[in-house]
């Protein structure tokens, strides 16, 4: 299949097309593509395109998660071969839902976003306490911590898991995100970055990992 199945792929994802992204992943493993050269090369270009155009208000939430579904479809076939490989994610970011919220829409968003950029995402949930981060963070060891919550009510949580986590010796950047969350409840709460939208966050996470993976608040 070569550079034009690639390219079929890279469209199908941001077509949202789940059925044909996973025929088109199944044919060009079959072929003889490796993985990760699918993974750089076909998924996360698609991807690319995808957050552009929603930051650019060019397409809109409905278009962004079937994108993600067509994203999952194919890394469900390329996850167990990338581990195989030795295929190295650019990093690890853990997310959750604070104790008190149940949405996961904008979580599970950004968790799509984030792999779809090349980064492993490890997600707790919803209605996470405390210890729930803290356990998260123990049995695998992210890079960075990211908090999301959707309510007024539920974003006060935030600041005491932050102080949890730093309590118990977590020095990770953490950040948080959600609708309600902004620039100046970050700084207040002692994060190291918020995010208002799924892009943001990526992005967030990006200039993260290009400071050398360090917590804006030690450098």
Known sequence: MG???????????????HL???????????????????????????MDVVGRRFKNNEIFLPNVLVAARAMKM???LLEPLLAGSGHQPKGKVLVGTVKGDIHDIGKNLV???LQGSGYTV???????????????????????????????????????VIE??????????IIVGGAPI???????????GSARNA??????????????????RQR
Do not use: W
Not at 164 to 173: K, S, Y
Not at 182 to 192: G, L, P, R, T, Y
Not at 200 to 205: I, N, P, T
């Open 20 to 46: 044909d992204s996973e025929r088109l992943t199944s044919e060009l493993l079959a072929s003889g593509l490796g993985p990760g050269e699918i993974l750089e090369k076909g998924l996360l270009p698609g």
């Open 122 to 160: 490890v997600d707790i949930g919803i209605d996470c306490t405390t210890d729930k981060f803290l356990t998260g963070v123990a049995q695998h060891h992210p890079d960075i911590v990211g908090l999301s919550a959707m309510l007024t009510t539920t974003m006060t949580y935030m600041k005491p």
């Open 111 to 113: 968790s799509v976003m």
């Open 182 to 192: 902004s620039k100046e409840f970050a700084d207040e709460i002692h994060a190291d």
């Open 74 to 76: 194919s890394m469900k």
């Open 3 to 17: 550079i034009d199945g690639i390219a079929s792929l890279s469209q199908a994802i941001i077509d949202g097309k």
């Open 199 to 216: 892009m943001d966050a990526v992005e967030m996470v990006k200039r993260i990992f290009s400071s050398g993976h360090e917590s804006p």
């Open 164 to 173: 949890h986590l730093r309590a118990n010796g977590v020095t990770l950047p």
